[in-house]
C-alpha cells in the first residue's frame, strides 16, 4: 500500500530542513531527555507566575477557568518553565493550550466515551511505572489501521491515554514513557498524520511531558515512514531511541514491572 501524504493543516508549523535517517546503535544507552526546565528562585518566579496569571485574566477574560485553566497556577508554572520564564511567550502559548483543550473537549473525554477505540488493544497506560518511576504509554502499532478506523476516535484515545498517564505521575516526577511496539508493523499501519497529531500535541499542549520514545523493533517498512516525520519532531527528535523488546525489558522494567507483551 502506498503511503497517502496528504494532510490535514497542521496543529503547528513544520516548515523545518529535512534530516538524513541515523540508525541509532541498539545497544548503546544515551541520554535522550531534554535539558531540565530552567531553574528560578520561588519567590521570583511566584511573581511571574502572577504576572501570566493577569495577564490572561486581562486579556482572555472568555477563557475558562479552574483546573488547566487561566487561573491556574500549578499549569502557568510548567508552561514558564517550558518558555524558559518569558512572560510573553508562556501567556501566548498558554492561551493557545487553553483554547485547544476546549475546543478539542478534553474535559469531557471518559472510559467510556474512548472505550470502542481502546478495545482494539493499539493503545493503554501500562499498570506499572518504568525503573524510573514514570507512567508508561504503550502502542501497538500492528493494531492500528488507519483505512479502517476513525481517525477522530483515534486521536481522543491518544489525549486521553496522555491525560490518564499524567495523573498518575508519582510526587517528583514530571514526565511519562512511550513505547512504540513496532513488531508485526506493516504499510497497512502507516499513519504519517497520526505521528503528526500525536508529536505536536505534546511539544504545544503537554510540553516536556514526554520524557522519552522508545520504537521496538522498527522494520525496514518503517524507515520511509520515520524519515518524513523526524523533521517536524523539533527537539522532541532527540527523544527516540530505536530499540530491541530485549532493551525494553532489560533497560527499563525489572521482572515483575515488565508489560505483558514484552515477556520472554
Sequence with gaps: MTLQLVLRPPVGRHFIKA??????KPNVFRSLRIRNCVAMDPQKSQKLVLDVKERLE???TDLPVGRNGRDDEEMILWFLKDRKFSVDDAVSKLHKAIIWRREFGVSDLSEESVKSI???GKAYVHDNFDVNGRPVLIVDASKHFPQKQDPDDDEKLCVFLI???LTRLPAG???ILGIFDLRGFGTENADLKFLTFLFDVFYYYYPRRLGQVLFVEAPFVFKPL?????????QYASLVRFCSAKDVRGEYFTEETVPASFRK
Excluded at 534530516?19 to 541509532?24: C, E, I, K, Q
Excluded at 520515520?226 to 523539533?234: A, H
Aim: proline residues 7%; charged residues 35%.
Design 118 to 120: 481502546a478495545e482494539t
Design 58 to 60: 486581562r486579556e482572555y
Design 163 to 165: 491525560e490518564k498517564a
Design 19 to 24: 534530516t538524513p535517517l541515523v540508525a541509532n
Design 173 to 175: 516526577k514530571q514526565d
Design 226 to 234: 520515520w524519515q518524513l516525520v523526524k523533521p517536524m519532531l523539533k
